[in-house]
């Protein structure tokens, strides 16, 4: 299954300029401000598009309504945007879901669209890469610095030491996720973090 023509036009891609670590619209090319004083613990981080109208909707059907047919053309959207930035890895991994979590979801979005994308790449896809330790309320709600709190100390990462490591998510709100996850990356020694998601809030 894939998006036609038509669906493809509605889903709204991330405005340019963006940030080149964070991938937010800035004003002119370049690092903004924010990354320039506090840099993040990702080297860099793209969207396929602005989580909003249909690429909302499909996203959130694929999430809560196990609408896991939408993996493959979600993972599609991933791979046209890594293709057109020119993004490369050693190997991709995913966002991880406490395991209380996972059994009562019974998948992981973003583990399904990272072994798609994997098979579009040519690229191992690690399962083991990064696990979530600590079981933490839904991110859904809480303000930024809530957020981070309750996220800090989550993830623990191994088997990476030297890679340039690419990890999927389906959104990024804050990106405090992706600090996070980054953040037990590279303290196992990857060489490079790149986040994609396959939406972004913007605003």
């Known amino acids: 299954m894939g998006l036609?023509?038509?669906?493809?036009?509605?889903?709204?891609?991330?405005?340019?300029?963006?940030?080149?670590?964070?991938?937010?619209?800035?004003?002119?090319?370049?690092?903004?401000?924010?990354?320039?004083?506090?840099?993040?613990?990702?080297?860099?981080?793209?969207?396929?598009g602005v989580f909003d109208g249909l690429l909302k909707d499909i996203i959130h059907s694929f999430k809560y309504n196990n609408a896991t047919v939408f993996k493959k053309p979600l993972a599609?959207?991933?791979?046209?945007?890594?293709?057109?930035?020119?993004?490369?890895?050693?190997?991709i991994t995913f966002v991880p879901l406490h395991w209380t979590r996972m059994m009562s979801r019974g998948y992981n979005q973003a583990?399904?669209?990272?072994?798609?994308?994997?098979?579009?790449?040519?690229?191992?896809?690690?399962?083991?890469?990064?696990?979530?330790?600590?079981?933490?309320?839904s991110q859904v709600g809480l303000k930024r610095s809530e957020r981070r709190g309750n996220l800090r100390g989550a993830f623990v990462s191994d088997k990476v030491k030297g890679k340039d490591v690419l990890v999927v998510d389906d959104v990024i709100t804050t990106a405090q996720t992706a600090q996070e996850v980054s953040a037990s990356?590279?303290?196992?020694?990857?060489?490079?973090?790149i986040f994609t998601s396959i939406g972004r809030i913007i605003g």
């Not at 599609?76 to 190997?91: C, S, T």
């Not at 583990?111 to 933490?136: H, P, Q």
């Open 4 to 48: 036609c023509c038509a669906c493809r036009s509605q889903i709204l891609a991330v405005p340019e300029p963006i940030c080149d670590i964070c991938g937010k619209p800035v004003g002119a090319p370049g690092i903004c401000i924010e990354c320039r004083m506090r840099r993040p613990s990702f080297d860099r981080m793209v969207s396929a």
């Open 76 to 91: 599609g959207l991933v791979f046209d945007l890594l293709i057109r930035k020119d993004i490369h890895a050693d190997m």
């Open 111 to 137: 583990a399904l669209i990272g072994r798609e994308l994997s098979g579009y790449m040519g690229i191992d896809m690690r399962y083991n890469a990064i696990r979530k330790v600590r079981r933490t309320p």
């Open 185 to 193: 990356l590279k303290r196992a020694g990857a060489a490079q973090v």
